[in-house]
């Protein structure tokens, strides 16, 4: 069956060659088989260069440049070659605070290691199910930071301190 | 809907529909059946499976580092980093929560500046090292029972044959 995947061009950004090469076989599990693979964010940089790329897994930590430096780059940099490609997150920093960072980097999905098939693949399943808007503001650029429209709220408010603003004027 | 509009607080908002997409729509229908197929499924275990042996035989290594790196911190942490990123998907449960545990406490006291308690550290490098050395033994263990136990069924099969 012709599974639309064997056409994606991939990016593995990982310090870790076991879990480079854990990505690189979950990913031809899949069909895609043209993958580049980078250790670190700067390395990532130069492959985004070179090529096209249209999903892109990346670590958080890594050195030079980590996967929050890498995504703030690829979300807003002048010479990006596509500011909207999906990225995931994949770490074992799940602290709620690196998380959040990573929101706020512009990541699409986080994904937690332990890795299995069945998360990556639920990941990718959302990228490609509910491919979510974008947004640009004052101080970001990415995928909107909300999965979750309030049916019945009319208002311009979203958050606690926006309604703390309300109250000054 | 416009692909591009702003919102009440002047953010610009762009609808999938306004950004290029991984792929096509028919393209998209055909890959999401992929990714949900028995077949894709398969392969991805064999994949994983693939990927436990060097990745067990990888953490021991990082064991033996541990040790090695005695209480140079910021070693130890980066190790155990490693350890808790791969040891459950090797099968190494318990090594990989140790090791998780570890990373919290360090990450924790680094956040609010606090000096970090060595013993603390120390014991649960030790307990790491323990529990991998442990659940690779009980694999070698396993493993030799189950080559003993077919090595048996093939004496007796060709006994009986």
Known sequence: MAAGLESLKALVVEDNTHMRSLLRALLNALGIKDICEAIHGQA????????????????????????????????????????????????????RYRVE??????????????????????????????????????GYFGPDRRRHEVDNYGGPWRRAEDLQDVDAR | MPKIRKNAG??????????????????????????????????????????????????????????????????LFAIAHEIRGFAETAGMITTGRIAEILCRYMDDMERVDKPLDTTIVALHASAIARAARAEEDDVRMGEKVAAELAALVARRLAEAH
């Not at chain 1, 090529?51 to 780059?73: F, N």
Request: charged share 25%; net charge neutral; with cysteine.
């Open chain 2, 10 to 75: 002047g953010a610009q908002i762009i609808t999938p529909d306004g950004y290029p997409q991984m792929m096509s729509k028919p393209a998209t229908a055909r890959a999401l059946l992929a990714l949900r197929s028995a077949e894709t499924a398969a392969k991805a275990q064999v994949a994983m499976e693939a990927a436990i042996p060097p990745m067990r035989a990888a953490i021991l290594r990082y064991v033996d580092e541990m040790e090695a790196a005695g209480r140079d911190l910021k070693k």
């Open chain 1, 44 to 95: 990532a940089m130069e492959a985004l260069r070179d090529r096209k790329i249209d999903l892109v897994l990346t670590d958080l930590a890594m050195s030079p440049m980590d996967g929050l430096e890498l995504t703030r780059h690829m979300r807003n940099d002048q010479n990006s070659p596509n500011p909207f490609v999906p990225i995931i997150m994949i770490t074992g920093h799940t602290e």
């Open chain 1, 101 to 138: 960072a990573a929101r706020d980097a512009g990541v699409t999905e986080f994904l937690a290691k332990p890795i299995t098939a069945h998360n990556l693949f639920a990941r990718i399943t959302e990228i490609l199910e509910r491919p979510r808007a974008f947004v640009r503001c004052d």
